[in-house]
């Protein structure tokens, strides 16, 4: 994709435009110093696995493939540790498996992970028994503890940010190169709850039956299909802290491009999408595909000019629309949003978020989201993408490995008392394991009737 953006733009263009939800640093020359430091390290991607992500994206937009994106809100800094890790990379491979089985196409997981380190926030600072401090940013901005030290932004953080990423891509990589997301050895993925889970039988039904598929297939082809079986993974984050996209910016000229390499797949949040914006100037010069979180305030033209400011080639898999309406607005919402975007003759991704439009306070005051309100978003999204000749390529989920309870309902019908007992998100509730594996089996089954209509009409 040839960027166009090559006049009137360059990595640190945006500075020149409005840029919300960034960091005071207090020491602008140290600042510097650590863009410059973070300039000289080497990128954590390279622009080949960006270029064949944009086109698994684009045949996702055809239809042909399905994209899993999901993982924390905010990854920690202290939770860059192994069996985290590898917990979020076992479930991501689970629900793919059971993605894979139910919709009969190949799955493009996207971690939201190796990098997920910065929050927006509703206020810039955070007030308790009359003393006023920064918000808390995430990680890599600064410490969540109410003291004038933690609070103060760090251009430091930056760098411990970007040692991180590589240190939690480099593990992800290596256990998918050492076998770990060999599709013959679902085994490995066993996060140890399914034994006593009411999700068991069915979950293992369909590794037995994705066994015996390969199974027959290498028999009737007499070899084996290692390499192609290999499940790949890509890393996704909020673009949100530009000083850090910035200095990972490259120029690569071989591809005569620019690309963020500290990531595969950046996004734009809702509260940054402005098309005068910073966030929308940095974007439309780099050449990955980017996605951008769509709310029920943005009107047509918004939207219309997102579409041709950050895709005005119309390159197939570039732009990423992850509509996050809420299980309420989405059927009012979304035929708006396909119909404006059709009016461009512009084609783009669309993912279903069913995460950010349905976060609600629990009468303890614990933020929460209930399950059902969840999968009400996803089958609608299904739906209403089928009603108006349109396809929904992806979901992005927030998620955790772990025995966490944060979001309510599911197959253990988790209540509002027993949030208490495991609520462990400093930001946004994720769904567990559990809960996280039931939405891949309920996605995967219904689904299916849309196909299926398709087919026969
Ligand atoms: C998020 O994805 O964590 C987030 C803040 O989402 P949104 O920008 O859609 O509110
Ligand atoms: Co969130």
Known sequence: MKTPAHQNWNPASWQTKPAQQQPTYRDPVALGAVVAQLAQLPPIVVSWEVERLREELAAAQRGERFLLQGGDCAESFDDCESSKIAQRLKILLQMSLVLTHGLKKPIIRVGRMAGQYAKP?????????????????????????????????????????????????????????????DLHHPEYWDLGFVGHSPLKEAYERIVASVADGLEFFETISAKEVHQSLRAEFYASHEALVLHYEQAQTRFIPRQDRWYNLSTHMPWIGMRTAQIEGAHVEYCRGISNPIGVKIGA?????????????????????????????????????????????????????????????????????????????????????????????????????????????????????????????????????????????????????RARPVRKNRREG
């Open 121 to 181: 926030r509703s206020a810039d600072t955070e007030t308790r028994d009359g003393v006023s401090l920064p918000s808390y940013r995430g990680d890599i901005v600064n410490g969540p503890e109410f003291t004038p030290a933690a609070r103060e932004p760090d251009p430091q953080l930056l760098l411990r940010g970007y040692e991180r990423a590589a240190l939690t891509l480099n593990f992800v990589r290596a256990l998918v190169d050492g076998g770990f997301a």
């Open 297 to 445: 305030a943005m009107d047509a033209d918004w939207l219309q000019r997102l579409v041709t400011t950050l895709n005005p080639q119309n390159v197939p898999g570039r732009l990423a629309l992850i509509h996050r309406f809420g299980a309420k607005d989405i059927e009012a919402k979304l035929p708006l949003a396909i119909k404006a975007v059709k009016a461009t003759g512009h084609s783009v991704l669309w993912i279903c978020d069913p995460m950010h439009g349905n976060t609600e306070n629990s009468q303890s005051g614990l933020k929460t989201r209930r399950f059902e309100n969840v999968m009400r978003e996803v089958d609608a999204a299904f739906r209403v993408h089928a009603e108006h000749g349109s396809v929904l390529g992806g979901v992005h989920v927030e998620l955790t490995g772990e025995d966490v309870t944060e979001c309510t309902g599911g197959a253990r019908g988790l209540s509002d008392l027993d949030l208490q007992r495991a609520y462990r998100s400093t930001v946004d509730p994720r769904l567990n394991y559990e809960q996280s594996l039931e939405l891949a089996m309920l996605i995967a089954e």
